[in-house]
Every structure is written in structure tokens, then in C-alpha cells.
């Protein structure tokens, strides 16, 4: 039988241990996006057969497995038996989220037409050349480069590393404005503001970066974020005063510019599906998106595709 315990900052190591391994395109797969939600989506793991198993929730409150991590060949079969298996007894709608092509290109020759498959749009990450972003180049861009210089010309900042006096402070306390602010009877961005302190605290451990943008000397603006291998930086928060003019465009090209100017993508995360998140990330002009699949297995557990 399976049994989970909630994730910790104390699993870090055990974490470590089997993502290294992977070279994943989505954020989902960060042991720091995983601390963030580790409340808003009930994120809990075990070990079975060598493997570790991720169950989480969606928005939606319904549970589902990531990949496993550390399968072979020889016992993927033997886990996803054992995962259906759990999944039928929990009722869960469906087995697997936040899958990659990868994964995916594996079940399809494993199981062929056994599977069903469902692209989870609303859930894929945004990515950007990062040159792009550090230097506002070309005419898509134009609108942001003007928004930028006029953040640079009209306003008294200074920039600021997590690490100098008073900063993961002031961070933290502008996450509860920006909560304040913005929260509409959203439970998540509850989570989100729990998240963001733990992660703040930890930042070592994590290996995270963080800059805050203070306008006449108050904290306006603050980003989070990691290099979670050679060619992909990861921005994991961003929040900003909305009133002061360019500050959001200010922040996404000197963070990068700072911290990951050597990377060759950025990952800016999903939507979410909301019109205006999305129109946000869309007007950045991502090279590519980092796609996920929800995958369950209808042929094998007698369900139908419906119930997907």
C-alpha cells in the first residue's frame, strides 16, 4: 500500500537526489515550486520500488500523480499498476498531470491506444529567449522598451539583492500588501503569500535569487527565482506596484540581466487560465510553451474517456 507524508524544506535532499537526474522543460518539477504549493495543493510524496511518487491537487481539488522519478524500464509497468491501483481506490478522475512530451512518448509505447490524453493548456509555462527579455529587442517588443525607459527617467529606484539589510523584510511585507490588495476571496493567493515567506526564509537552501525595486526609498517591486540547470532560468514570483509605470517591465529585464543573463530560455510559468495573466504573458512574445498532459488510462480500469 502506498502511504504519503507532506512535503517539507527538510526533503530537499531527497528530492535532489532524483530530479537531478531529469532535464525538465515546465516549472513543475522545481523542489522550489513545490514548497510554494506545498499547502494550496496538498503536495505529498513517497518511495515506491526505487521511485519517487508526487501526489498533488489542482485548483480544481481533485488529486493526481506527476511522473515518477527514478523508474527504470524494467518497473515502470509495476508502478503505474501500483498508482491505478491507488487511483481507484481513491476515486481520483484521473492519474496523471503536469506530464511532459517526454512521459508521455514513453506511456504511448508502453500502452498505445490504452491511454487517454487531454493537453492541459490552461497549465502551460510561457518561455522566452532571454536575450530578448534583457534587451527589449525588436519591434514586438517596442512597447515594453518604452515602458522600461520611461520607469528609468521619471523615477527615483534603487535595486537591491535579497541578501543586503532589511530586503527579505521588505519583501515579505510587500507580499502582504500585494495580497491585500489583489485578494478577491482567492484561497490560493493565501497559499501563494505562505509560500513566498517560507521561500523567502530559505533562500539559501533553495538556491534562489531574489532583487527588490525600492521607488523613493519603499520597496516596490520584488522577483524570486532560479537556474534549474544550464539553459532555463525559472521566475517563480514577480509582484509589483501597478500605479508606478514600467515597474513590472523594469523588473522581468533586470532580474534576468542580474541573475540568469547566461541562460538561454526563461520560464515565466503558466496562466492559469485568466484573461488578463494571460494577455500579460502573451505580450512578451514566449519562443515556445512548456507543455503538460493529463493522462489517464480508461482501457486498462474499465472508466471512460467521459469521466476524464
Same mark, same amino acid.
Given at each position: 500500500?502506498?502511504?504519503?507524508?507532506?512535503?517539507?524544506?527538510?526533503?530537499?535532499?531527497?528530492?535532489?537526489?532524483?530530479?537531478?537526474?531529469?532535464?525538465?522543460?515546465?516549472?513543475?518539477?522545481?523542489?522550489?515550486?513545490?514548497?510554494?504549493?506545498?499547502?494550496?495543493?496538498?503536495?505529498?510524496?513517497?518511495?515506491?520500488?526505487?521511485?519517487?511518487?508526487?501526489?498533488?491537487?489542482?485548483?480544481?481539488?481533485?488529486?493526481?500523480?506527476?511522473?515518477?522519478?527514478?523508474?527504470?524500464?524494467?518497473?515502470?509497468?509495476?508502478?503505474?499498476?501500483?498508482?491505478?491501483?491507488?487511483?481507484?481506490?481513491?476515486?481520483?478522475?484521473?492519474?496523471?498531470?503536469?506530464?511532459?512530451?517526454?512521459?508521455?512518448?514513453?506511456?504511448?509505447?508502453?500502452?498505445?491506444?490504452?491511454?487517454?490524453?487531454?493537453?492541459?493548456?490552461?497549465?502551460?509555462?510561457?518561455?522566452?529567449?532571454?536575450?530578448?527579455?534583457?534587451?527589449?529587442?525588436?519591434?514586438?517588443?517596442?512597447?515594453?522598451?518604452?515602458?522600461? !525607459?520611461?520607469?528609468? &527617467?521619471?523615477?527615483? =529606484?534603487?535595486? %537591491?539583492?535579497?541578501? #543586503?539589510?532589511?530586503?527579505?523584510? *521588505? +519583501?515579505?511585507?510587500?507580499?502582504?500588501?500585494?495580497?491585500?490588495?489583489? !485578494?478577491?476571496?482567492? &484561497?490560493?493567493?493565501? =497559499?501563494?503569500? %505562505?509560500?513566498?515567506? #517560507?521561500?523567502?526564509?530559505?533562500? *539559501? +537552501?533553495?538556491?534562489?535569487?531574489?532583487?527588490?525595486?525600492?521607488?523613493?526609498?519603499?520597496?516596490?517591486?520584488?522577483?524570486?527565482?532560479?537556474?534549474?540547470?544550464?539553459?532555463?532560468?525559472?521566475?517563480?514570483?514577480?509582484?509589483?506596484?501597478?500605479?508606478?509605470?514600467?515597474?513590472?517591465?523594469?523588473?522581468?529585464?533586470?532580474?534576468?540581466?542580474?541573475?540568469?543573463?547566461?541562460?538561454?530560455?526563461?520560464?515565466?510559468?503558466?496562466?492559469?487560465?485568466?484573461?488578463?495573466?494571460?494577455?500579460?504573458?502573451?505580450?512578451?512574445?514566449?519562443?515556445?510553451?512548456?507543455?503538460?498532459?493529463?493522462?489517464?488510462?480508461?482501457?486498462?480500469?474499465?472508466?471512460?474517456?467521459?469521466?476524464?
Amino acid at each position: 500500500m502506498l502511504t504519503f507524508k507532506p512535503i517539507t524544506i527538510d526533503d530537499k535532499i531527497v528530492f535532489d537526489k532524483y530530479l537531478n537526474k531529469y532535464n525538465f522543460n515546465t516549472c513543475e518539477y522545481s523542489f522550489t515550486s513545490l514548497i510554494i504549493w506545498k499547502e494550496g495543493c496538498d503536495v505529498q510524496y513517497t518511495i515506491y520500488d526505487n521511485a519517487l511518487i508526487i501526489k498533488k491537487k489542482d485548483f480544481n481539488e481533485n488529486y493526481y500523480f506527476m511522473q515518477p522519478l527514478g523508474y527504470t524500464a524494467s518497473n515502470l509497468k509495476n508502478i503505474i499498476k501500483e498508482l491505478l491501483k491507488y487511483k481507484e481506490e481513491h476515486s481520483m478522475p484521473y492519474l496523471f498531470k503536469d506530464l511532459e512530451q517526454t512521459f508521455l512518448d514513453e506511456l504511448k509505447e508502453i500502452y498505445g491506444d490504452n491511454i487517454h490524453i487531454k493537453a492541459d493548456i490552461d497549465n502551460f509555462d510561457y518561455i522566452y529567449d532571454s536575450d530578448k527579455l534583457i534587451n527589449l529587442s525588436g519591434k514586438k517588443l517596442h512597447s515594453k522598451k518604452n515602458h522600461y !525607459n520611461y520607469f528609468v &527617467k521619471n523615477y527615483d =529606484y534603487k535595486v %537591491k539583492d535579497f541578501s #543586503e539589510p532589511g530586503v527579505k523584510d *521588505d +519583501i515579505k511585507k510587500a507580499a502582504e500588501i500585494w495580497y491585500e490588495e489583489n !485578494n478577491k476571496g482567492d &484561497k490560493h493567493l493565501f =497559499y501563494e503569500l %505562505k509560500g513566498i515567506k #517560507e521561500i523567502v526564509e530559505n533562500m *539559501d +537552501i533553495l538556491n534562489l535569487n531574489a532583487m527588490a525595486v525600492y521607488v523613493d526609498d519603499r520597496i516596490a517591486a520584488f522577483t524570486i527565482g532560479e537556474r534549474v540547470n544550464n539553459n532555463m532560468g525559472i521566475i517563480h514570483i514577480e509582484k509589483g506596484t501597478s500605479s508606478i509605470r514600467g515597474i513590472y517591465t523594469f523588473v522581468n529585464k533586470t532580474f534576468v540581466q542580474n541573475y540568469l543573463a547566461d541562460v538561454k530560455y526563461i520560464n515565466r510559468e503558466q496562466d492559469l487560465g485568466i484573461p488578463g495573466l494571460r494577455k500579460a504573458k502573451k505580450s512578451y512574445h514566449p519562443i515556445k510553451m512548456g507543455e503538460k498532459y493529463c493522462i489517464n488510462f480508461p482501457a486498462l480500469v474499465g472508466c471512460k474517456s467521459s469521466d476524464f
